[in-house]
Structures are given as C-alpha cells and as structure tokens.
C-alpha cells in the first residue's frame, strides 16, 4: 500500500510536469514521460502484489470513495482556473468531507468519550440489584423478527453479566420515535433477545413507558429505582454513550455505575488505507458528533 501510493504521488508529480511542458517537447518533458511510465508501472506491480492496495482501489471506487476523488479533481481545477470563491468552497468541502469520513479522526474523537467510561473486572465486579439497559441495542426484520444491532453489544452483555450472577434483575427500556419509523417497542425487542439468551422472564423487568429517548428513560429509571429501592444499580449501553447518560442520571439524584459496551475507539495503524473516507469514519465521527451535541443542549 506505501507503495502505491509513494508512486500515485509520483504520477501525479509527473502529470504536473508534462502538463507545464506540454509546449514543447523538452528534456523536461521527456523526464516527465519516463517518470509516468515509472510510476505507473510500480502502481501496476502494488496493486497485483498488495492485497491492501487492492481493497483501498476498491474503496476508490465505492461512492463515498468517488465522490471524495471528484470533490479533489475540483478543489485543483477551481485552484488552476483562479477562480478564488470557488476554490476556497471547493477546500472547504474537500476539508470537512475528508474529516467527516476518515478513520483516525473518527477513532479518536469516538475514544475521548469512551476513555471517560472505566473497564470493569467482572470476576470481581461487586453484584448489582438491577442493571438497567438503554434502548437502542436492537433491529427489527419482519421475516425474522428482532435481532442484535449495530449496538447489540449491550444486550449480549447484560445477559453475560446476568449468568455470571452479577445482577438479580435486568432492566430495559425504550421505544423507536413513531415520526421517524414503525413504531417499535424496543423493550419488548430486547426483552425477547435476553429470553433468547436463556435470561428467564422473572430476571427481566420492561419498564412500562413511552420514552423515545435518552432523557425519558433516565426519567422512568428513577421512578423505578425508588419504587423498588434498589441501591445499587448499574447503568449499561455503549461506552460512547455513557457520558451523557450519566450526565442525565445525576440530574436525576441517581449514582448510577457506568457499565460500559460496544467500544468502538481504536487505533487502526497508519495505512493510507485508512485516509480513503468510508463507513468507518462516517459512523464514528456522526455518532461522536451527536453525544457531544446533546451534552451542549443538557439532553
């Protein structure tokens, strides 16, 4: 993969060269013909060589992958025409659409949430009376009905830490915003993946409410936790999320342990591979971007 791209570069230079040359058929030229054919004879070599060479073309080639190609080509032509306002939207474009879907910036941004949430030892994690489960962890398909989503891991931990005897209760919550899909209740959902899980239906509590969000459940938890007066309780969703649902639990008088899920933050080595905008990218850095929103509006 350094391969071909120290000699994309390469290429690209040479175009420069013979482009500025293209007059006259100088030993300028000539140079830059025979560092072309040089260089695309190493990108040939890399990429029948290098498997990962292969996989980033392919990413080239996918639509985020060109639209990224397309948004450079115009940012350089905008440049070379002096067209000043466009080029400088042009950058502009180029700069947030490269942040938005790139890997290592989306690691890391997704990372500074997580790294607040502390891992936890679960042979000597202390027992819980409940442990309550944020809504979210679910997908619904109407041929197989509901299954482990993108945030599954939570359910799946809940029910481990349920067979380890670490809690005698699990508690979940949540419904889907009819405004934006089919209303789902996504505590039944939940509730039928931990019966799944071999959790039986006496360990399991469905918190009786409509909350379509964060904010509401926190809510309902609180009216539960005193109604039931559990003292010690645990918290649990994805660790990119557990800051500002600890943030709403103490609003709400409660201390609540952060158990942590579906850590998404890690360094993926530095290969250019990971430049290349893509699904990575995107997912993290959206999904970073919308907790540290709701914390700046108290949600």
């Not at 040479?14 to 013909?33: D, P």
């Not at 115009?74 to 890997?103: D, E, F, K, M, P």
């Not at 997908?139 to 197989?144: C, I, K, P, S, V």
């Amino acid at each position: 993969m350094i391969l071909v791209t120290c000699c994309t570069a390469f290429l690209i230079a040479a175009a420069f060269l013979l482009w500025s040359s293209r007059q006259r058929r100088s030993r300028w030229w000539w140079s830059g013909v025979l560092a072309a054919f040089t260089a695309g004879a190493g990108i040939a070599y890399g990429l029948a060589t290098d498997i990962v060479a292969q996989k980033a073309l392919a990413l080239l080639m996918m639509p985020a992958g060109l639209t990224w190609l397309l948004l450079i080509a115009v940012t350089i032509v905008a440049w070379h025409q002096a067209h000043r306002a466009l080029a400088i939207l042009a950058s502009v474009t180029l700069g947030l659409y490269t942040v938005a879907g790139n890997a290592w910036i989306g690691d890391a941004v997704i990372a500074s949430l997580e790294h607040r949430i502390p891992s936890f030892d679960l042979p000597n994690l202390q027992p819980f009376d409940a442990i309550f489960v944020l809504g979210g962890g679910s997908e619904f398909n109407a041929a197989d009905g509901p299954l482990l989503g993108t945030a599954g891991d939570r359910i799946a931990l809940a029910a481990r830490l349920w067979h380890a005897g670490k809690t005698r209760m699990l508690v979940t919550s949540g419904n889907s915003l009819s405004d934006m899909e089919e209303a789902r209740d996504l505590a039944a959902e939940t509730a039928l993946l931990w019966r799944g899980l071999a959790v039986p239906d006496s360990a399991i509590v469905a918190v009786p409410t409509a909350a379509v969000n964060t904010t509401q459940e926190i809510a309902a938890y609180a009216t539960l936790i005193r109604a039931r007066g559990w003292t010690r309780v645990g918290l649990l969703s994805s660790a990119w999320h557990l800051p500002r649902a600890l943030r709403l639990a103490r609003t709400q008088g409660l201390t609540m342990v952060p158990l942590g899920a579906d850590r998404r933050g890690r360094f993926r080595g530095w290969s250019p591979y990971w430049l290349i905008p893509q699904d990575h990218g995107f997912d993290r850095v959206q999904r970073a971007c919308w907790e540290y929103l709701g914390m700046l509006k108290g949600r």
